[in-house]
């Protein structure tokens, strides 16, 4: 069975940095591709980060240049690591495997940003 487990969630200033992991479990990690979404209260999930398994990587606007997605295939873990963050960055970040026959998502770590 598929378990994607993040980690690394919590509360920094404006301006700070923290970096999320996500263990991966249950799939082919070296072939799949990764991604990070992040949903705020009362607004829709978007995309923040994907990384392909050959290590492309895209971002959502609002982060690219503060935010940078890596992934270490002997570790079946993806990471997000986020710099400068602003208080639009609190939400919940959830980590995605989108496979060929099921899109995985994990329990999510909650990102907080106080100004």
């Known amino acids: 069975q598929v378990q994607l487990v993040e980690s690394g969630g919590g509360l920094v200033q404006a301006g700070g940095s923290l970096r999320l992991s996500c263990a991966a479990s249950g799939i082919i990690f070296s072939r799949n591709a990764m991604g990070w979404y992040r949903q705020a209260p009362g607004k829709q999930r978007e995309l923040v980060a994907t990384i392909t398994s050959g290590g492309s990587t895209n971002y959502g606007d609002s982060v690219k240049g503060r935010f940078t997605v890596s992934r270490d295939n002997a570790k079946n873990t993806v990471y997000l690591q986020m710099n400068n963050l602003r208080p639009g960055d609190t939400s919940v970040y959830y980590c995605?495997?989108?496979?060929?026959?099921?899109?995985?998502w994990g329990q999510g770590t909650r990102v907080t940003v106080s100004s």
């Open positions: 995605n495997a989108p496979t060929a026959f099921y899109s995985y």
